[in-house]
């Protein structure tokens, strides 16, 4: 009954405003979106799935709604794991309104409250965003002021607590473990060429920006005399010339003991620095990057990616076919050493190699490797990263033999007439997989791995396209000796085949067939096919995808955060719709 | 509190069904290429149609309709006068790999950098590619996501819809 009255309240609410601003409704405007991913289980002796422990069917789902009017906005977001689907967290088991927000933007002033999503620099100090895909939502609820006092020069200022799962806002409550502290932050950029009339148009661009982020946290700890505030501050500087383009920013944070650097009390550094050249038809980018010690999370008892304030941002390659991102390097932010080249060339039209269309080529290099770490004492007598020390000494441009990642990778893309096109890439890979997933003692995957991506156009509204790929290890494979007691680690290991047929009627229609085959593992019992189908309807902003079959151990990664995803089988709903 | 989002949201979707039913853009303020601020809300092509697809260097098939929209854009542009925006979602691990890949590509867009997904929230883009058709009044008359081969073709039909009009 009370909803009801709420509802004619609404109705009349909206209807008296409607009799008396006519005008200020006209500029109303609602928008929203939705989504819905669910997943059905079944056990499959096949794959080793002999056990649902308890969960049959996991559902995650989201509305969001937002409304604007001239510079005001206002949004909210619906969120519902019922339960979670599984890689996901299971804290996130729940129902309720996740995130909504109020505010106001005008030339000179912005104002938020609410749920705040925002970076400074390339995020080294402060970076909140939320990512769907991988249960990841850092929002900082709380306000921001944003001031524009002339033109080219911003200034933001902010704080509030960071989303921990569904962990409620205003009580603290330590005995539930949730130790969340306040984040506070600055950040003002200053873009020359838009500030000073005289370098308007000049060829010559300049940028500058610093930042300055704490946090209060509460010290809870019985061993360790955990700091109250810490601080972090990060300074940048973005330079052009003509086709040429440099940025660097470089970032410290007081010390910070916290579980994920085992409690030690060592500064953190960051440096990454970026330079690209780029004309029609050509673009190169060289990167370099050095992170040592830059977790940085508004509670220091925090796992995994639980309440980062920083984000630091990998620098490699994201493949997005199904083998080559079967191993994708995370971030290790308590130490790497990185570096990556791309190369973008399109060999021009009308020549020999460029054909009709042209012929675009792209090589990418990257390699991560460990920071050099000594002994904080003389003559070695502390044992490195010991809890309650200093933790360890690093020299700042020094690498360490210890590899984590490399990945050495060349495509072509070419279009050869008006219906065929084919994509191809070639990939090296090292992935110290102990270092990166955990596994203990398992040796590194050295791999070649190679994709052919090819589409032909049936007619105007129908499409074939077909995928063939091949990962195959140098070292481990059919024949490899793996102890009974190690298998575990050896899951995916091993050669890889996969091949995928879709067929698509233009514009709502697409379905598809795909196997993927573990046909090389050292482990007979391991080596298993990985059938799916689906089927995907597309009408203008909705989706619609089923899907079903079996989902393989793995990793999904958005921007080097990664989840990893159990060994499934069953099906898998998506509906997704935009208004 | 559960009552009060209640009549919250009931309110806004009461407000909406009065509200116009095409939107307009909202006020977001990226960077282009060159560094220099661009709002969203201001976007104008002297009246002609504007597109605005949202991609990722990472993303497979925001790549191919790249390709398959750059193919075509010359003749797109002489017949409708419509200006394609290509907003990048890619974070501050890919921002420094934008104009190379896009210069690279060849691609003859203006791109706009969306490093922490702004306008990505405000547009209720949920995966990329997705692409939006705004009139001359700068409302937005269409939008699809998702990109299957040929599916320029349909976005052109609508393109050539509201261009007619015009004249």
């Not at chain 1, 390659?317 to 932010?333: A, D, F, I």
């Not at chain 1, 309807?537 to 080097?560: F, K, N, P, W």
């Not at chain 2, 609508?158 to 004249?167: G, R, S, V």
Request: hydrophobic letters at 35%; one cysteine or more.
């Amino acid at each position: 009954m009370r909803k009801h009255i709420f509802a004619l309240t609404a109705l009349a609410l909206a209807f008296s405003l409607r009799a008396s601003a006519q005008s200020f409704l006209e500029n109303s405007q609602v928008n929203g979106s939705f989504q819905t991913d669910a997943q059905y289980y079944m056990l499959d002796k096949g794959i080793d799935i002999n056990d649902l422990k308890g969960k049959q069917l996991g559902i995650n789902g989201f509305g969001k709604i937002g409304y604007t009017n001239g510079n005001f906005s206002a949004g909210m977001r619906f969120e519902a794991f019922l339960p979670e689907m599984n890689g996901f967290r299971s804290e996130l088991n729940g129902v309720g309104l996740a995130n909504f927000f109020a505010s106001y933007n005008n030339d000179f002033i912005g104002v938020t409250v609410g749920d705040i999503y925002d970076q400074f620099g390339c995020g080294f100090v402060f970076r909140t965003y939320e990512e769907w895909s991988l249960g990841m939502d850092n929002a900082l609820r709380g306000v921001r002021v944003v001031l524009r006092p002339t033109k080219g020069v911003t200034i933001k200022g902010l704080y509030g607590r960071q989303r921990f799962y569904w962990a409620p806002y205003l009580e603290r409550d330590f005995s539930s473990d949730d130790y969340r502290g306040i984040v506070r932050g600055a950040d003002a950029e200053w873009d020359l060429n838009q500030s000073i009339a005289s370098m308007n148009e000049s060829k010559f661009r300049m940028s500058i920006g610093g930042s300055f982020v704490s946090k209060k946290q509460y010290d809870q700890s019985l061993f360790y005399y955990i700091p109250e505030n810490v601080g972090a501050a990060a300074g940048r500087v973005n330079l052009g010339y003509g086709n040429w383009a440099f940025s660097t920013e470089y970032a410290y944070k007081i010390n910070d003991p916290s579980a994920i650097n085992n409690f030690i009390y060592k500064e953190g550094r960051a440096l990454m620095s970026s330079l690209s050249y780029s004309q029609k038809g050509f673009g190169a980018v060289l990167q370099v990057k050095r992170v040592d010690n830059m977790s940085f999370k508004s509670m220091y008892t925090g796992k995994q990616n639980d309440l980062d304030i920083n984000f630091i941002p990998p620098i490699n390659y994201t493949h997005t076919h199904s083998l080559p991102s079967m191993y994708t390097y995370s971030t290790q932010p308590n130490g790497e050493m990185a570096a990556q080249l791309q190369v973008n060339y399109t060999i021009p039209k009308g020549t020999a190699l460029g054909g009709k269309y042209g012929t675009k080529l792209a090589f990418n290099m990257s390699q991560v490797n460990d920071i050099v770490r000594d002994s904080v004492q003389f003559g070695d007598q502390m044992a490195l990263n010991t809890p309650g020390s200093l933790g360890y000494i690093s020299k700042f441009f020094a690498i360490s033999d210890h590899r984590f990642f490399r990945d050495i990778n060349f495509e072509i893309d070419k279009k050869i007439n008006k219906d065929w096109h084919l994509t191809a890439q070639y990939i090296n890979l090292y992935y110290d997989i102990e270092t990166i997933e955990g596994h203990a003692g398992a040796p590194a995957v050295k791999a070649n791995i190679g994709f052919l991506d090819v589409t032909y156009k049936i007619n105007k509204r129908q499409s074939l396209r077909l995928e063939l790929q091949g990962l195959w290890e140098n070292e481990v494979h059919k024949g490899y000796e793996v102890d009974e007691s190690e298998k575990k680690d050896f899951q995916k290991r091993g050669d890889w085949a996969f091949a995928l047929l879709e067929y698509s009627i233009n514009p709502h229609w697409s379905f598809s067939i795909a196997d993927k085959w573990n046909y090389g593992n050292p482990v007979e019992e391991y080596r298993d096919h990985y059938f799916t189908g689906t089927i995907s309807y597309i009408h203008d902003a909705t989706r619609i995808m089923l899907s079903a079959g079996r989902q393989s151990e793995g990793v999904v990664c958005v921007g080097g955060v990664c989840r990893t995803v159990p060994a499934s089988s069953g099906v898998t709903l998506t509906v997704s719709t935009a208004f | 509190m559960k009552r009060l989002t209640t009549l919250l949201l009931m309110a806004l979707m009461v407000t909406g069904l009065y509200a116009q039913s095409k939107s307009e853009l909202p006020n977001v303020t990226l960077k282009n290429l060159d560094g220099k601020d661009v709002n969203i809300a201001k976007l104008s092509n002297n009246g002609n149609p504007i597109v605005i697809t949202f991609w990722a260097t990472w993303c497979g098939p925001c790549i191919k309709e790249h390709n398959a929209l750059n193919d075509v854009y010359q003749d797109w542009q002489d017949e409708t006068g419509v200006k394609i925006y290509s907003v990048s979602i890619d974070d501050s691990r890919s921002t420094a790999k934008v104009k190379p890949v896009v210069e690279g590509k060849g691609w003859d867009f203006e791109i706009l950098l969306d490093v922490n997904s702004d306008l990505k929230r405000a547009m209720n883009v949920s995966n990329p590619p997705h692409t939006f058709l705004i009139d001359g009044n700068g409302k937005i008359v269409y939008q699809h996501t998702g990109y299957i081969e040929g599916g320029e073709e349909d976005l052109y039909e609508e393109i050539l819809k509201i261009a007619k009009k015009k004249k």
